[in-house]
């Protein structure tokens, strides 16, 4: 017996000392750096908490803010009573065609000024339609759907589009923050949607192992993709819900890693098994000139890359017999 409490003694100090230099590895490393808790906003002057999305542009104001970071250029924005980047409020009465857009910064707009996004581009290409923008930076999927329950009855839309930047499929994990807020979590229990609030974050849990733990079974176990798969569903139920056409629209980085090919073809597949229009941008706009397409430096588009996109996604709509169905 005491032979075996020796060895069991002997055991436990040789895992807690594995433990304790692979914690220090990945400390040295910098790798798997937990979030800050509790989390520090970003940009305050610029959003605001909200308990629906987590976090909004200050409702009803005019923002001047400086972008890009490495050539700033002062920037304004205008938000509507709601807290996003328009300058008319959503529940504007309008008898022509409606479309809903929702995404991150890339439908936000950063970098770019409002009448240049692909919402104004693709309202102008569409005379008579009003395109509303629901884009908001540092969303996921996750917020897009949070947003798109809350402003859809206000819309009333016939089209909703969902716009996803390649990284927006990873903004849904447990510890993510966006701009900095204790974003409202969706999880998955017995195959059905759940909001927790934002996780404490014991030690343990800040330890680096833990965080790797999580992020690498999140990204190589299938994680992000069933939770992802779950707020798509979520879409598809909310159209048919209020009567909408949904299309998906994927938007690539600046390059095209395995991890982007990864995402967009199991999004293809998606797609196809929900009977739900897709556009994947990556061949029109790499094919188009990464130089020509985003702002120099930097992941966002300029006005030719909104432009090119709003054009690829009105011919998405021509093509799929979407626009056919909702004109007027």
Known sequence: MHNIVIRGCLLLGSILCCLFVAEATLRLLN??????????PRKVHLYKGHEIVGYTLWPSARISYRYPPDNPRLRTVVSNSDGFRNDRDFDTP???LRI?????SFVFGEGVGGNERLTDVLERLLPGSRVENLGMTGWGVDLMLRAARWISPKVRPDVLIVCVYTDDLHRADPYYTGMGYPLPRFHLENGRLVTRPYPELSWIART????????????YLGGEFRLNGAL??????????????????????????????????????????????????????????????????????????????????????????ILARVEP
């Open 31 to 40: 790798r798997f750096d937990p979030p800050p808790y509790p989390p520090i």
């Open 94 to 96: 309008h008898a022509g």
């Open 100 to 104: 809903l857009v929702t995404g991150d």
């Open 208 to 219: 680096r192992l833990n965080q790797a733990r999580v992020r690498l079974t999140w990204k």
């Open 232 to 321: 798509l569903d979520a879409f598809v139920a909310l159209s048919k819900v209020h009567g909408m056409e949904l299309a998906i629209v994927f938007i690539p980085g600046r390059d095209d890693t395995p991890t982007d090919q990864r995402r967009r073809n199991w999004l293809s597949g998606w797609a196809k098994d929900n009977g739900v229009a897709l556009l994947d941008l990556t061949e029109a706009i790499h094919s188009a000139g990464i130089e020509r397409m985003f702002i120099k430096n930097n992941w966002h588009w300029n006005p030719e890359g909104h432009r090119l996109a709003a054009e690829q996604i009105l011919a998405l709509l021509r093509r799929t017999g």
